[in-house]
Structures are given as C-alpha cells and as structure tokens.
C-alpha cells in the first residue's frame, strides 16, 4: 500500500485530504458516516471574533454543475469555538484546521492571538470570503493587501499559518508571491468565485446578499489552472481545492502542484465523497506503482510553448 502521509508547514497529516471550510461544521453531524479520523484534516466553519448569524435567507442556489452561497460567516465566534468544539475536534484523531476571518486586521491578530494558546493544530487565514460586507475578500484581492495582513497575523500566529486565497484576482501567481512574503507557511485554493443568479419572474437576485460564491465541479478547471499557476511561483506547500469530487479531480489536483486537498462541495451529495476518492488515489497509487502520494505533486508535464 502507498505512503498517504503528507506534510503541511510542518504538519503531519494522515491522508492528503481536508474536509474545506463551510462544508463540514465543526466535524459533529458527519461523525455518523465515518470516524473523523479517516480524513487527513478538517478546516473547520470560518470563524470571527464575535458570533455572527450570517446573512438572511435565501443564501444557497444550486447552479449548473455547483452550487451559489452566501452563508456570510455564520458562526459561534472564537471565544465557542475554543471552549467548546477544538477539546472535542482534539480526541478525533485528525489534524484540526481554524479557518479565520475578520472585519478588520486587528479582528485577525487578537484572533490569532488566542488560537495561539489553544491546541489547534493550524491557522487558515480566511482573506477570500466574498459573502460579508466588510473585511474577507478586501483584504485579498491585491498583492499589497494580502501580504500587509498576513505579515500583521504572523507576528501573533503561533501557530503554522495557511493563507487561503481568492480567486477573482488577476495574477494569481503574484498574489500567492505576496501571501508567502508575509510569512505564509501554506497557501490554499481557492475559495468561491463571486456569481450571481436572478429569478426571471420576480427580476429578484435568487441570493439574498444579491451576489454568492460558486463552488463545485463547475469551478474546477479554473481551480487545477489557478494551482499550477500558484505552485510555479512559491515554496511553500500549496493546498488545492475547488470542485474536486472525484479522485480522478484528486490526482489531477496534485498534479497541477497541490501537496494536499480539501473536499467542499462534493460533501453536499455526498458526504462519503473523502472516503471514495481516498479510496481511489490508493488504488491509482498501487496500479501505477507509485510509491508516497508526494510523488504526485507538480508532476504535470507541462507543453513547452
Ligand atoms: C456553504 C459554503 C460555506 C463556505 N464557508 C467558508 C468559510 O467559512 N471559510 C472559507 O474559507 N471558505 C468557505 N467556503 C469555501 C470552501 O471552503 C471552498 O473554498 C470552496 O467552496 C471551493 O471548494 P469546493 O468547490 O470543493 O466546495 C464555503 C463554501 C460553501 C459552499
């Protein structure tokens, strides 16, 4: 049987698979289908200083082959969360992922700060959510921004830090530079791309908040590009998600430079989704005679043109 262990910022992660952020709570309701431990991690629901309800409702459409969110951080705050889900998170037996997020770059230091004593396992800066009118994305969308705000979380973090990005920036590869030169350990992409659905009878946006995040298949091939894209241009190990369902999407993931993966969307239909495709990247493993999964990563041939 290969090798299925995977190193993340100094890390020791079973299986390169992560449960991303938003799609699994804090690991509770999906503890019926399977240990937790069968997972390699788990991001868990992006976190704020203070409670937040989230946005109203309507907040989910489902679209052609994905999904349109606008959830707006809803969460118990990092003050619940440390107390009450990280000491359960902690006996399951899987690396244990604090995805944050704030209002404005204090929110993300005092934040940091108090994850810093905790017995979280690791910090996923959140710069990328497009769901929340203030702070998220504002802070990720220029290189500038994005490597201000992680320089700022780093003197506080403790603990290693992943620096999740947006998509709907245009150089992806100079934004991830930027992540890294603040002091990123990882980066992981990509969060949502920003849509819009409108309900042609009442000429009302579906979504509330007006405008969501689009997530799974569909967003994939723009995920696979954005990742090699990242990959060729930072050391740091790089976390690729986005609309990966399959673990023909996994390997194809690694490929294009990803060191691990985090499962999304697919959950939603299919909450075994993780064990199928850790199944599958095993028995491609073995078949083609591959070693460690780490072989994988950045292995794409690229054309030369
Ligand atoms: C309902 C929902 C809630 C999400 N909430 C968060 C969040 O709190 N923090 C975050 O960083 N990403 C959040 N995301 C983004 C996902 O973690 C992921 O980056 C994105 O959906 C792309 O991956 P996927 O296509 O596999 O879902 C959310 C996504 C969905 C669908």
Redesign the pocket.
């Known amino acids: 049987m290969a090798d299925l262990r995977v190193n993340i910022a100094g890390v020791d992660f079973a299986n390169p698979l992560i449960a991303?952020?938003?799609?699994f709570g804090f690991g509770r309701e999906y503890q019926e289908f399977y240990p937790l431990s069968t997972l390699g991690g788990i991001?868990c629901?992006?976190i704020t200083l203070m409670e937040r309800p989230g946005n109203p409702p309507p907040r989910?459409a489902e679209t052609p082959s994905?999904?349109l969110?606008s959830?707006g951080?809803q969460n118990p705050g990092v003050d619940h969360f440390i107390e009450k889900d990280l000491p359960w998170l902690k006996q399951q037996g899987t690396v244990v992922i604090a995805?944050i997020?704030g209002n404005t770059q204090q929110d993300y230091c005092r934040m940091a700060d108090k994850l810093s004593a905790s017995s979280v396992d690791l910090v996923?800066l959140?710069i990328?959510?497009p769901n929340v009118k203030q702070g998220g994305v504002q802070f990720g969308t220029s290189c500038q921004g994005v490597e201000e705000i992680t320089s700022a979380v780093r003197k506080y973090c403790k603990k290693p830090l992943m620096v999740?990005l947006s998509p709907n920036v245009a150089d992806i590869g100079e934004i991830a530079k930027a992540a890294e030169a603040g002091g990123a350990d990882a980066i992981s992409l990509?969060?949502?791309l920003t849509g819009m659905r409108i309900d042609i009878r009442t000429r009302r946006p579906i979504l509330h908040n007006n405008t969501g995040?689009l997530?799974?298949p569909a967003?994939f091939p723009v995920a696979v590009r954005m990742v090699w894209q990242a990959a060729q241009k930072v050391k740091v190990p790089v976390v690729g998600?986005?609309?990966?369902s399959t673990w023909q999407d996994a390997v194809e993931m690694l490929l294009a430079g990803a060191s691990a993966l985090?499962?999304?969307?697919?959950l939603f239909t299919d909450p075994y989704a993780p064990v199928k495709i850790l199944d599958g990247l095993n028995r491609y493993l073995d078949e083609n005679h591959i070693a460690s999964v780490t072989e994988l990563t950045g292995a794409v041939c690229p054309y030369g043109n």
Do not use: D, P, R, Y
């Open positions: 991303a952020s938003g799609t991001s629901k992006g989910i994905g999904m969110n959830v951080l995805n997020a996923e959140n990328s959510c999740k990509i969060n949502t995040g997530s799974g967003v998600l986005g609309g990966i985090q499962i999304g969307t697919a």
